[in-house]
């Protein structure tokens, strides 16, 4: 059975990475695993952060040489780094049928339902403006300029939440996390995924029967 491509975006601060995993961990519980895809980025390392585990670091020249080279799934500039989905790697997971989440923002998630239409997109929004704010506070990371600029790519960046199949609010994040959860699963049981697997074949069984015309 070929694996579900799932999109999840959200601005800065909204919490879909925590949530993703949170969901991921409770489908793993259930025996449906579901991967994280690792991008590409010419961003610098953060504390405690591996290559090849958290992100693939390449340098600018690299990154470039591979979107020339049409070796991104989907590719995009976000806070003056580049950051892409590696197509190949992406297409055989796939195929091998893991189900493969992509955490990019809507410029990627356009890519990627262009290139590949079956994908399920879903979009994380903040309860309000003044909790995404607070939230981007808290991490006690970045200058009050920084945090400013991000609440001003944030409201562009909501702004194309009508392009997404599904759209999730974290308020509470366990109903949140629920919500994703339900998501996922449902993306199993779509008939563009069954029809490669057991339940397609059994479909196919059902209606035309062994020995029938």
Do not use: C
């Amino acid at each position: 059975m070929k694996g579900s491509l799932i999109v999840v975006s959200a601005p800065s601060g909204a919490g879909k990475t925590s949530l993703t995993h949170a969901a991921i961990d409770q489908l793993a519980g259930d025996g449906h695993v579901v991967s994280f895809s690792v991008s590409y980025t010419t961003r610098l390392p953060r504390a405690g952060e591996r290559n090849g585990q958290d992100y693939h670091f390449v340098d600018d020249s690299a990154f470039l040489e591979m979107a020339e080279a049409n070796a991104f799934l989907e590719h995009a500039q976000v806070f003056d780094r580049r950051y892409g989905t590696g197509r190949a790697r992406t297409l055989q997971a796939l195929d091998a049928g893991e189900d493969i989440v992509l955490d990019i923002d809507w410029q990627g998630a356009r890519q990627v339902k262009a290139a590949y239409p079956d994908a399920v997109l879903i979009y994380v929004l903040p309860p309000s403006t003044d909790a995404l704010r607070a939230r981007l506070s808290s991490r006690g990371q970045d200058s009050d300029d920084v945090i400013e600029r991000r609440m001003r790519d944030a409201v562009a960046e909501m702004s194309h939440w009508q392009e997404y199949d599904y759209v999730i609010v974290n308020d509470d994040f366990d109903v949140a996390a629920r919500a994703l959860v339900a998501v996922f699963r449902a993306a199993r049981l779509r008939r563009v995924q069954a029809e490669s697997g057991p339940v397609g074949e059994l479909a196919r069984s059902l209606v035309n029967p062994a020995g029938s015309a």
